[in-house]
DNA sequence: GTTCATTATGATAGCGCTAACATGATGCAG
DNA sequence: CTGCATCATGTTAGCGCTATCATAATGAAC
């Protein structure tokens, strides 16, 4: 039998689909397949009329890049795993999809793994590290646990911190203003005409609540109103605790005529609470909530609340991430940013003036509390 | 300069990480490479003794294959495509869980797109599938959607739909029996000696609205008792026209004592219209939903409820489309399947025994209806 | 026109893995 | 002990892409 292994086969036994390869786009671009890799990489070296031509091929053959290859190639892999402990599901799907669009986008396999937090985490961060991942996204409550943070870090991977209480220093993290946010909320409530607003602080280990409280308190005492400590309940962001909380702040003579919730389960829990004491939301009683999860949306009425940009959030983070372990692998020695994204308020339909009294429309920016 | 490529570097240029290969497992297991991959994938034809060897080196060296190299040279890439328009955030972060479980297991290739549905939608497909994605995983409403369907078996891709309302023949699918569930479910309230029980019908063109409206009065019938049509009202699937349908329901006399919701975001607004007319739930009226979302386990008091496997489904799905791509790219024609898995039936806080009566204990058997 | 710096393109060699084939070891019939 | 099937292992050649270096084309300066 004759050699016939070096007539050039236009498809190997191995090749499988029908997929075009940068090969079959240089042929046609009469070019070598490294300048299209150049034009498809955005290489600026490419001369603008041969830029035409292999943009021309690409399109003509519908060519996208094959990312194992490239990845291969590339060398410098990224490996990031997201994990989670928090099972809220309009948290995690808005995380989920940030995190991999941005992921697919610039080529980072991104490992989703859910764990119970405890003694287990520690195992799983260890095996995963020395498995070879690279940096680990830690949504709340993983971000606020410095023991875990710790452990990453001295595994030699990186941290990264999705809407932490705090901004730490050595890690990463990406988050918005607590404070700010609640502080914007509350101002707007007061806009509105409120002068007795209620408050469902949460969860107290979560910085984050810490926060809320504070905004919620520095936005009265900036409009001259007086805090008054029987308007401030305790919860634990769930709708239980929304419940107890707004039964006890609703008994309160006089009663509030605004409700803001630490976040949207509570909120629901205080309309629900309202609606069985016949209180119209909003006419009676304005509730606001915050994070906009799901929930806000879904209830009648829908409620006013405070988006977190959740998916830019990821994305941010996964971005961040790559940014900095390239750099580290690189050499370089870059700290990790400290972001902080917008929020915006969402205005919906269960806030309002109050009823009874229109007394000082204006914000009332003048006398000092009690 | 001599020539000095030949000297075994332990590590090359282009080598980034220090993440050991399948050469570094050969080398420490004194075996080739091939060996090595052998055992990793579970070849039988390897000697006992080597593979304990290889298993050693592998466990010492905490190696794990590079996925890329792999589906690289593993030839047959599978890409598939989640595409989704239904935004329920619940459902999504389960689909999503499961999918991409399974897809890393299996080195397959998942992208996730999120799409309106609508004119756009063909222009998607039309493009991902040219694009080199071989499957397109579909969960409704995209799944009941002919045309999408259409359009992806004309394009050569493989169609699967997750929770569609009904098994289509050409392409496969993964589903609960929609209508043995609400048949069950309406079992179980009549089990309880609920002999009024209002039902709240789903959107009208999701096909699985009719099958559980069947299933609800198949239940009824089996049981000897007259379906009424007052104790049927139409819903959308909203928690707003969950309200509307269980205002009209509780007002019909004699009230229902049960009502029984197509989703739980109906079943919650019922509890919330109960609960503004002073009505206990469960104590007053059982009130039961369907599907198991987030809402079910938030509010007050937590719904019974049908939890559809809705992890299981997806990755169900990715791993039956990854198997009929395989035998197509194979040459064999395979019907794709249509799998059925099992629903449970959750039992929470928000049934109970009818109040008053507790007249026929046993499930009444007997008697013919109207 | 030569010289050098610059820019544009190409040739080559892998990235880490597995398919396909080749070879070596083993067993068993004759 | 030869012959042949069977099992165990190794060799080789890619998968599709990019890093790296080499080379060719271009322009500016002398």
Redesign the pocket.
């Known amino acids: 039998m004759t050699d016939a292994?070096h007539i050039p086969t236009t498809r190997?036994?191995?090749?499988?689909g029908n997929?075009p390869?940068?090969?079959d786009v240089a042929r046609l671009a009469d070019?070598?397949?490294?300048?299209v890799?150049?034009v498809?990489?955005g290489d600026?070296?490419?001369?603008e009329?041969?830029r035409a031509r292999v943009r021309a091929a690409i399109e003509e053959l519908n060519y996208a890049?094959?990312r194992a290859?490239?990845s291969?190639?590339?060398?410098d892999q990224i490996r990031i795993a997201l994990l989670f402990d928090n099972p809220s599901a309009s948290y995690l799907s808005e995380l989920l999809m940030g995190a991999l669009e941005e992921a697919n986008r610039s080529d980072i396999h991104l490992m989703v793994q859910s764990c119970e937090i405890g003694v287990e985490v520690s195992q799983l961060i260890t095996n995963l590290a020395r498995g070879g991942i690279n940096g680990f996204m830690l949504p709340p409550p993983l971000c606020d646990d410095q023991a875990v943070l710790d452990l990453v870090s001295s595994l030699g991977a990186l941290a990264f911190a999705v809407g932490p209480g705090r901004a730490a220093g050595s890690h990463g993290s990406v988050m918005i203003d607590d404070f700010k946010a609640a502080y914007d909320m509350t101002s707007h409530i007061i806009a509105l005409g409120h002068r007795r607003i209620g408050f469902i602080i949460g969860k107290p280990e979560q910085i984050a609540s810490v926060n809320r409280l504070k905004g919620y308190r520095a936005a009265l005492e900036d409009a001259g109103i007086a805090v008054v400590d029987d308007l401030i309940a305790q919860g634990s962001f769930t709708y239980r605790s929304g419940m107890a909380a707004s039964e006890r702040l609703l008994a309160v003579e006089p009663r509030p005529t605004a409700i803001f919730a630490s976040n949207d389960d509570m909120a629901a829990a205080t309309v629900a609470v309202a609606h069985r004491q016949h209180l119209d939301v909003p006419s009676d009683i304005t509730v606001c909530g915050f994070d906009d999860t799901e929930m806000a949306s879904t209830i009648w009425p829908e409620l006013t609340t405070i988006r977190q940009p959740i998916r830019d959030m990821s994305a941010y983070a996964v971005k961040a991430m790559a940014q900095v372990i390239r750099a580290k692998r690189a050499g370089d020695t870059v700290s990790p940013e400290n972001a902080i994204l917008p929020y915006t308020l969402v205005r919906r339909d269960s806030d309002a003036a109050p009823a009874l009294t229109l007394r000082s429309v204006q914000p009332a920016n003048t006398a000092g509390g009690a």
Do not use: D, E, F, H
């Open positions: 292994s190997s036994t191995r090749r499988q997929a390869t940068i090969a070019c070598s397949s490294m300048t890799s150049r498809v990489n600026p070296n490419v001369r009329k041969t890049p094959n290859a490239r291969l190639a590339g060398g």
